[in-house]
C-alpha cells in the first residue's frame, strides 16, 4: 500500500514509495483528479513553499497534509499512524497540538483581543495560563504594544502576525501556510514571509506554504513546482539573496507556457 508520511517525531513530511498520494474529486466523467501522485520530503526545520498555475492542487496538498481533507489513494501518516483513520475528536486534537495554521484572510475572532485570539488554541485545550504563552509570542513577533486590541484596532500586517502567533503557541512541529501574504500589501508580505522564514530558522520549525507570488515564495529553502496535480519541478536556494524572486518567476513562466 502507498503511503505519504508526515513523521514529527523526525519533523519529514515523506513517501515510502514513489508517487503515492492522490485526490479525485468527483467519479466517472465528470471527475477531476486535484492532486496526482504526488511524492515529497521536508526536512527538520525547512522552509517550503509550494507553488503553481491556479487549480494545480496546492491547496489541496496543504489540506491533506493538515488533516482537513482525505486522499482517495495514498495515506498520510503522523508517527506511523493514518490521520485519516482517525476520530474526528483525535484529529482535531492533533491539529491543535502537533501543527499550526496561517490562512490568508487571518480568521481572527473579531470580538477578541490579539492575545486572546493568538491563545485560542491552548484555551480550546484547557491549558493554563493559556495568555502568558500568546503574550510571549507576540512579543517576540513586535505586538507588545497592541496585546489588548481587537482586530479591526489593528493593520493587516499586524493581524497576520497575530495569526502567526496564534499558529505557534501550542508549540507545534509544523507549520502549514495557506497564502499567507495574499491580502496583504507588499511591504506587509515581505514583513511576514520574513516572519515565517524566521520561525524556520531561529525556532526550528517546519514551514510549508502556498503561494502564488515568486517574491514571496523567494524567502523558502526551496519550491516545490506543481502543474495539473502533478509535481513537475523543485528549486533549493542556499539562501536569502536578491536574484532568488527573479529566478522563481521565469520558472513560473516556463511551466505557465
Known sequence: MHHAIIDNSQLKIKSESPMSLTKIYGSGATSVTALDH?????????FVAIMGPSGCGKSTLLHLLGGLDKPTEGKVLL???????????????????????VFQFFNLI???????NAALPLTLDGVKPAEAKAIEWLTRFGLADRLNNRPDQLSGGQQQRVAVARALVAEPTLILADEPTGNLDTNSGDEIAGLLRKVSQEYGRTVVMVTHDPRIAAYADRIIFLKDGKMIDETRFEGKNGNNAEAVENKMKQIVN
Open 79 to 101: 508517527e506511523g499512524t493514518p490521520i485519516e483513520e482517525m476520530s474526528d475528536d483525535k484529529l482535531t486534537e492533533l491539529r491543535r497540538r502537533r501543527m499550526g495554521f
Open 110 to 116: 473579531p470580538v477578541l483581543n490579539a492575545v486572546e
Open 38 to 46: 504526488i511524492n515529497m520530503t521536508v526536512k527538520p526545520g525547512e
